[in-house]
């Protein structure tokens, strides 16, 4: 079933006005000092936070990068007057760096992510993201390319599918998941949603289901973040994004589970620190921080924020300012 509402009544942006307040200071700053601001929306999915970040900052350049084809289609419509100052591109989000070449751009002032599954993708039902709904069992952010959920819950070896389910998933029902699922595909491949909520369905047990939600949350974030490599591409696209920004230039990122926040933790943790040794007489220029934190910890959504659109009850925002130019030297973070 297919949503035809107007974007902007389908999608609520998640910490909309905090994340553009965040990402003002270096975009006033880079106007200040002469030139036109770039912004990246590393995320673009319907447009809602670059629809913001345009109408805030109206000499700004916008980048929005995202891998659905779709809500590319999408986002061009509800940014469309503001075609002279954007750019939208079909790629993912670690490749950045050649998306910034291909355009010529040297270096941007902000960035924002807004990680996992976007709102599009969860109401497509034929997407295949909702263990709600039956649909085929796809998954995949760019329906252009890629193996299908359905490809790994038929191909991959228990010992695998345990992997991911508990690591992806964190999942402490993990091995009857898997080992369920190898069992009902030696009759009958899976090809649907609903077939495989009611397998699993079959081995969790009731009480859990009670006390942690849909017995299938928590296996269909492992599929997607595998069919998806959301992890290992989140991994190389935080670094690259520190790289890409100018003195004084903002990263605000926006996860939803503690995985996608422990590798954007970590890679700002490492930035705001110094990396000389322990008794080191002096602070070399390498070993200083490059980065300043902005938020203390995570920042969530208020009440009203999460009444308005309850998607947004799991996110958690951090927020970080290039500190020192140049090169960044990771070998001793």
Known sequence: MRDDRPTGERHVPVLRDRCVALLAPAVLAAEAAGRRAVVVDATLGMGGHSESMLERFPDAHLIGIDRDPEALDLAGRRLARFKDRTDLVHAVYDELPDVLTDLGVDGID??????????????????????????????????????????????????????????????????????????????????TTAELVEVIRGVVPAAAARTGGHPAKR?????????????????????????????????????????????????????????????????????????????????????????????AASAKLRAVERIKAGPVDRKNR
């Open 219 to 311: 296996t269909f974030q492992a599929l997607r973040i595998e069919v998806n490599e959301e992890l290992s591409v989140l991994e190389r696209a935080v670094p690259a994004s520190i790289d890409a920004l100018l003195l004084g230039g903002r990263i605000v990122a926006m996860s939803y589970h503690s995985l996608e926040d422990r590798i954007v933790k970590s890679a700002f943790a490492a930035g705001t620190k110094s990396s000389a040794p322990v008794g080191f007489p002096v602070e070399l220029e390498e070993h200083k921080a490059y980065l300043r934190s902005l938020t203390r910890g995570t920042e969530a959504p208020t009440a009203d924020e999460i009444e308005e659109n309850p998607r």
């Open 110 to 191: 902000g960035i924002l992510f807004d990680l996992g599954v976007s709102s599009l993708q969860l109401d497509e039902r034929d997407r295949g993201f909702a263990y709600s709904y039956d649909a085929p069992l796809d998954m995949r952010m760019d329906t252009t390319t890629g193996i299908t959920a359905a490809e790994v819950v038929n191909t991959y070896a228990e010992a695998d599918l345990l992997r991911i389910i508990r690591a992806w998933g964190e999942e402490k029902f993990a091995g009857r998941i898997a080992s369920a699922i190898v069992s009902a595909r030696a009759d009958r491949s899976f090809r």
